[in-house]
């Protein structure tokens, strides 16, 4: 990658809405007490509502702490940390960026190519239902066609002349 080409990627760091997790927190604050208060009046049925909403209650906070979540795209390639796990790509092992739709869920994916030797590279057929290897996580500040039309500059400005035809 030439200098000329890394100057043009202009570092960008985008961090998930907190409404939607902060909405389910405070529900799941709400299930988890009145599973409690069934609990305590006899209902050990109940037990399973706590159980269920306690995880909902950890997963939400997880989310919501900063620095737990974000997606960082920068000249060295990009970087995905979600729930504190952190996973960088380079611009040169990304093949191609995309929108799918499953349902009413829109999200970007990003398939990888050989010279990525990670876990998330398996065959086609084993792909997920969005037929991508990775999938990008929602994030607010810039619309998906956006985030995926900068994606694609940064991997074809990358990339060797021959490989873009691929993006």
């Not at 306690?54 to 702490?65: D, F, G, K, M, Y």
């Not at 970087?79 to 504190?84: A, D, L, N, T």
């Not at 990003?110 to 994030?139: C, F, Q, W």
């Amino acid at each position: 990658m030439s200098d000329n080409a890394s100057s043009k990627i202009e570092p960008l760091r985008l961090t998930p809405d907190i409404i939607q997790p902060t909405a389910v927190l405070v529900i799941s604050v709400l299930l988890f007490v009145a599973g409690i208060y069934m609990v305590l009046h006899g209902v050990i049925e109940a037990l399973y509502l706590v159980a269920l909403f306690s995880l909902a209650i950890a997963a939400s906070v997880i989310t919501i702490l900063p620095g737990s979540c974000y997606l960082e795209i920068d000249d060295t390639g990009l970087k995905i940390v979600s729930r504190f796990r952190e996973t960088h790509y380079q611009w040169s092992q990304i093949e191609r960026v995309g929108i799918f739709e499953i349902g009413i869920v829109k999200r970007i994916g990003i398939d990888l190519n050989v010279s990525y030797a990670g876990p998330e590279r398996v065959p086609n057929y084993m792909k997920s239902a969005s037929g991508y290897h990775v999938t990008v996580p929602h994030m607010t500040g810039v619309e998906l066609e956006n985030l995926r039309d900068i994606l694609c500059q940064c991997v074809a400005a990358t990339t060797i002349p021959d490989q873009r035809e691929s993006v």
